[in-house]
């Protein structure tokens, strides 16, 4: 069983678009991440959710709006894509007391034509 | 940005040890070290951390120097599925914005045949 896992895996769209990607883990935990890494192989946090309320939001724009249903879930929505919203998004999640120990999806790879 | 400082590259031998180094000079009482991975085209994966003790796991050894100013990850015998980005991070684990890895920019550790 996949612990973390997103959809889609690749994601191709023209500028201006709206789309989504979703994340599940069923590893039962209460915390989950969006990490955005560039073309630069940069890997960045974006938000973070522990028991569905967001407890980061890293300087990004008003754009993506988080959404998480429920613990086992959280997807992100980009609204109005842009080209430099081309990157590879990892979904991760980990439980307390260890939130420094993350369990990563294999990514949803996002280009912005 | 990232706090600690690791070598851009490093090349391993199949079958040896792989010991990669880090340097973590302003980390603080509180903060572990955590070491992930990222094999190519894959999400990070959590490999091991430590505070202060060294630490094993089925997976590689951690030496943390008595100072806890640097820190080595060692692979005892390296296979040329362990060719990875090799990210060393300095965080604490209590709540709040300590819930976010902050990767650098790794240590490409290429093994080699």
């Known amino acids: 069983d996949t612990a973390v896992s997103q959809t889609p895996k690749y994601l191709v769209t023209q500028m201006g678009n709206d789309k989504s990607i979703k994340c599940e883990q069923n590893l039962g935990h209460d915390t989950m991440y969006w990490y955005k890494q560039d073309s630069k192989k940069f890997l960045k946090i974006m938000f973070s959710?522990?028991?569905?309320?967001?407890?980061i939001n890293e300087t990004v724009p008003n754009r993506f709006s988080p959404k998480s249903p429920d613990k086992a879930h959280l997807n992100l929505h980009i609204n109005s894509l842009e080209l430099g919203d081309s990157a590879v998004y990892f979904c991760a999640s980990s439980q307390y007391p260890a939130p420094g120990t993350q369990y990563f999806g294999p990514g949803t790879r996002l280009l912005v034509l | 940005d990232a706090k600690t400082t690791q070598p851009p590259s490093m090349d391993c031998a199949e079958g040896r040890a792989a010991n990669l180094p880090c340097n973590h000079s302003t980390i603080s009482g509180n903060e572990y070290v955590y070491w992930y991975r990222q094999i190519h085209s894959q999400g990070p994966q959590y490999i091991i951390h430590?505070?202060?003790n060294n630490e094993t796991n089925e997976m590689a050894s951690l030496i943390i120097t008595e100072d806890r100013k640097s820190s080595t990850l060692i692979l005892p015998h390296a296979t040329l599925r362990d060719t990875a980005v090799y990210y060393c991070i300095d965080k604490g684990d209590s709540g709040g914005s300590n819930y976010k890895l902050t990767f650098g920019k790794g240590t490409l550790l290429t093994v080699n045949p």
């Open positions: 959710y522990n028991n569905k309320e967001l407890i």
């Open positions: 430590g505070l202060k």
